[in-house]
Every structure is written in C-alpha cells, then in structure tokens.
Nanobody, 123 residues
Framework: QVQLVESGGGLVQAGDSLRLSCAAS????????MAWFRQPPGKEREFVAG????????NYANSVKGRFTISRDNYKNTAYVRMDSLKPEDTAVYYC????????????????WGQGTQVTVSA
C-alpha cells in the first residue's frame, strides 16, 4: 500500500521559513518523480514545484520561484520543500504527489497523493 505522509506545516508570520517533508512508503521511491501542490482556501489545487527521479531536474511555479526549493533524499524515501520569505498568499493546504513518469505540472498526472498539511502565513 502506497502512503505519502506530509509534515512540517504550521502557522508562521510573513517572511518566515518552513520546510515540509513527504515520507513515502510502499513504492520504489527512486522511480517516481515527486511534486508539491497546494490548494488555497476557496481555490483550485495548483502546482508548486516538481523534481525528477534522481533529483537533478526541478521546476517551480512562477509564484514561488526563488523562494521555494524542492529536494529529495532517495535513501530516506522522502521529498522536501523548503519555503523561504513566506507571504500570506502562500497560505494553503500543501500536498505531495508521486508520478511514475517525468514530472509534470498537471495534477492529473500524479497517481499518489498525501493527505495534505496546512500552512498558514499571517501578515
């Protein structure tokens, strides 16, 4: 049974940093591209960042480029996103996702999802 478990969310102030983790089990982690998506209150789920199987290729949404950094540790079966200079508009539920293919910005390409972790950024 595949499980993706996010952690690290919380309530922070604008300008603060957070690191989210996504621990994977039940899959050959190194064979999957990973991504982070988020869903702000009342809005659609949106792509945040993606990383290739080996971690050598990454992609970011324009809204987070230069502030967020996605990474992975294939020995620990864990993906991360480091979020710096957080803004109130980053408030959302953050989800990690896994795809048995090259990473994509489309949620429909990801077959496995975590339950989400809430990030709230106060002004």
């Amino acid at each position: 049974q595949v499980q993706l478990v996010e952690s690290g969310g919380g309530l922070v102030q604008a300008g603060d940093s957070l690191r989210l983790s996504c621990a994977a089990s039940g899959l050959s982690f190194g064979s999957y591209s990973m991504a982070w998506f988020r869903q702000p209150p009342g809005k659609e789920r949106e792509f945040v960042a993606g990383i290739s199987w080996g971690g050598d290729s990454t992609n970011y949404a324009n809204s987070v480029k230069g502030r967020f950094t996605i990474s992975r540790d294939n020995y620990k079966n864990t993906a991360y996103v480091r979020m710096d200079s957080l803004k109130p508009e980053d408030t959302a539920v953050y989800y990690c996702a896994a795809a048995l293919r090259a990473y994509s910005t489309s949620a429909r390409d990801y077959g496995y999802w975590g339950q989400g972790t809430q990030v709230t950024v106060s002004a």
